[in-house]
């Protein structure tokens, strides 16, 4: 009964994503019983001001990203105080996430709303004070907790102090929250995990006018509109997918009136609407965004009903186009059931359904797709082309909070990967295939320079993952730092390409036991053995320091089911079976797993890589 | 505009988790357990968007019962059938 009213609470934010709907989803999670199925995420909020009324958007988000929330807020104006006493009822609540929201008007009355009466010297002591005081914050919060936390700068003043003359001064009003937000931006880099939420830009988007609400600013202490408490809501949120593995990778896009104006089969190359004038204008935007998008690592690929000779030749003849054949990864364009075509995509990326975002324009696709594959994030693209390219960029469905060389280069790898299942059809025997290859695995221990890629991987990999634990930068930093632990990173190459760094094992050690803390290998580099070569060599160093016994552990979730029996298919012995979770063992003076025969390794040193080359 | 009296009961069961069937003339502050002033802030906002209305600084305020809120409603055009 009450998992109806959660399921049908969410159903309805999909057509109707307005804040009442997020009200009654609030209130459906409250009532249900937390599910057993649904993991909890535990986010701590830290506030000098009224944070309640966007609670139910960041509750709703947090539900529509898979996990129940459970919600710890700190008393009014009570941050540091929660922060800096490790006693707190902040760290025995064991937050995943910890929002500090700070509002300027509460932290500096008189800089917010006195601004004339502050001198030049006055100005700059309030700006280094808030910053301060901010950092004070965190670094108590990093004395007790690895919680990623997130930290707002300030929205420019809504009603600037000296009217028209503000913005003539670095040292009026306006300039000042500028500067302020600079100094807290400089500042938080410094700290591991700590992130700007950029309240700035948001409420420039939304404008004064939707944004603030002095009736509850005055009332209750709430300054935010309607309108905000959305946007700030579902801003939080996009901090979590990334940081927690649920990142959406895939963009998979119509052709005909979403792409481009018009039905190419029935207008043809001359009479489809795409160009620098409007109405093709608009088309040229959303691609533009799409390739930008596809820059930062997005995967593309196409779905259309269409003949396939015609989408093909407008990819590679329209004068037109922005986006062209090779942005895109795979194609299915042809008269299948976009919800078949989907699934075969998925197949062949080897890409969670619930990593993909699907676009058209029609309403039946739409919804075709939306109850058969709930997973997928759907969007609809109708009427209002001008809308379209903002209205893909809006929900932040591919945020990441890293940019690494990866990612540049993700869809050439996708296609490679094409490519080599041609050459599997057409080669005999997988090992004779893969010998072929030319395959090299590059192992190193993880140094600094790795530090971002091999903790990104840890939050994105959910197939080929024993023990999916997720760890923020700082976390792999501590275990790269103690002498008890060491963390393994492999790169694998072949001779069509760099895949880059695909997987990561630590070990911990005690006494004569080395356990696998974590084993983990990006699904793209599957199947060629990497894993196998991958764990030879974690086993041969951990019995070269003298250990006896290595112990490998696997923790079930909806999506790591294929290595369910990796350890027993290398040798491993159960010692240990417990609802779905399973601890193994190798005898290491017994015998070392093998490495294939067709892979290469070649050991490393940090330096000669970067993450970033 | 025209509103049924359907619509503002269920705004009142999303604000406050009740039942919209439960929703009723004598439905205030004083019955609604959950209606404390955060509640009462989250009513005004959700009134305002269901509705497409700005209530004023007073009507904020004064909305206690159901009555009242309808009235209120009424005040700023919507016609309740």
């Keep these: ?613 | 505009m025209q509103a049924s009296e359907n619509k503002l009961k269920q705004v009142f069961a999303d604000v406050f988790g009740m039942e919209a069937a439960s929703v009723n003339e004598s439905t205030s502050v004083d019955t609604v357990k959950k209606w404390d002033s955060l509640k009462h802030l989250k009513l005004v906002l959700a009134l305002e968007e269901q509705f497409g209305v700005t209530l004023t600084e007073e009507q904020t305020v004064e909305i206690l019962n159901y009555p009242l809120v309808k009235a209120v409603l009424e005040e700023h055009g919507v016609l309740f059938q």
Aim: hydrophobic content about 45%.
């Design chain 1, 1 to 613: 009964m009450n998992r109806d009213l959660v399921s049908s609470a969410l159903a309805r934010i999909e057509t109707q994503p307005d804040y009442t709907a997020y009200q009654a989803l609030a209130n459906a999670l409250e009532q249900a019983n937390p599910d057993a199925r649904t993991p909890p995420l535990r986010v701590a909020v830290l506030r000098n001001f009224t944070f309640e009324p966007v609670l139910p958007v960041l509750q709703g988000e947090i539900a529509r990203a898979g996990f129940y929330p459970e919600i710890y807020l700190g008393d009014f104006d009570a941050i540091a105080a929660d922060a800096l006493d490790g006693g707190s009822p902040l760290y025995s609540f064991r937050p995943d996430f910890i929002i500090v929201a700070q509002w300027l008007e509460t932290l500096s009355p008189a800089l917010a709303t006195r601004f004339t009466s502050l001198s030049a010297a006055d100005v700059e002591r309030e700006v280094d004070r808030i910053v301060a005081a901010t950092v004070e914050i965190i670094t108590g919060i990093r004395r007790h907790s690895l919680a990623p936390v997130l930290v707002n700068n300030f929205p420019l003043p809504f009603r600037r102090t000296l009217g028209i003359l503000d913005a003539q001064s670095a040292n009026y009003h306006t300039h000042t929250v500028l500067r302020l937000n600079a100094a807290l931006l400089e500042q938080l880099q410094a700290f591991r995990d700590a992130y700007v939420v950029d309240y700035m830009s948001l409420m420039a988007s939304l404008g004064t006018a939707a944004g603030f609400d002095e009736r509850y600013w005055h009332m209750a202490g709430a300054p935010l509109g309607r309108a905000a408490l959305l946007a700030f809501g579902q801003e939080y949120a996009k901090f979590i997918r990334p940081l927690r593995g649920k990142s959406r990778k895939c963009l998979v896009l119509d052709c005909d009136n979403t792409l481009w104006g018009g039905v190419i089969g029935e207008d043809g190359m001359s009479g489809i609407r795409l160009g620098a004038e409007f109405p093709g204008s608009c088309y040229q935007a959303l691609q533009r965004e799409i390739l930008n998008l596809h820059d930062r690592g997005v995967i593309l690929a196409l779905c259309s009903k269409n003949n396939e000779a015609d989408a093909i030749e407008v990819l590679r003849q329209h004068p037109e186009m922005i986006l062209r054949e090779q942005h895109f990864a795979a194609m299915r364009i042809n008269w299948q059931d976009k919800v078949t075509n989907l699934t075969s995509l998925a197949e062949e990326l080897n890409v969670g359904l619930d990593a993909f975002v699907f676009v058209d324009d029609s309403q039946f696709e739409c919804d075709f797709v939306r109850e058969r594959l709930p997973q997928v994030a759907v969007l609809q693209l109708s009427s209002a082309p001008a809308t379209f390219a903002a209205r893909l960029s809006a929900p932040g469905y591919f945020d990441s909070l890293s940019f690494s060389a990866e990612d540049r280069n993700r869809t050439p790898m996708y296609r490679d990967e094409s490519e080599r299942r041609e050459l599997l059809r057409s080669a005999g025997s997988l090992p004779e295939y893969l010998r072929g290859l030319g395959l090299v695995a590059e192992i190193g221990i993880a140094g600094e320079s790795v530090i971002a890629r091999v903790s990104q991987l840890t939050q994105k990999t959910n197939q080929f993952n024993l023990t999916t634990r997720r760890y923020g930068g700082g976390q792999i930093r501590a275990f790269v730092a103690a002498t008890a632990a060491d963390v393994f990173y492999v790169r694998l190459r072949d001779r069509l390409s760099d895949l880059g760094i695909i997987g990561v094992g630590i070990l911990v050690f005690r006494g004569a036991d080395a356990e696998i803390d974590t084993f983990l290998l990006s699904c793209r580099a599957l199947g060629r053995g990497a894993e196998d070569a991958f764990l030879a060599h974690m086993a041969a160093a951990a019995h070269a320091r003298g250990c006896r016994r290595l112990v490998g552990r696997y923790l079930p979730t909806s999506k790591n089911a294929q290595v369910a029996d990796f350890y027993s298919r290398h040798g491993f012995t159960a010692i240990e079976k417990n609802e779905g979770a399973s601890a193994w063992e190798l005898m290491l003076d017994a015998g070392l797993p093998e490495c294939p025969d067709w892979m290469e390794i070649r050991l490393v040193q940090e330096e000669a890589h970067s993450a970033g080359q």
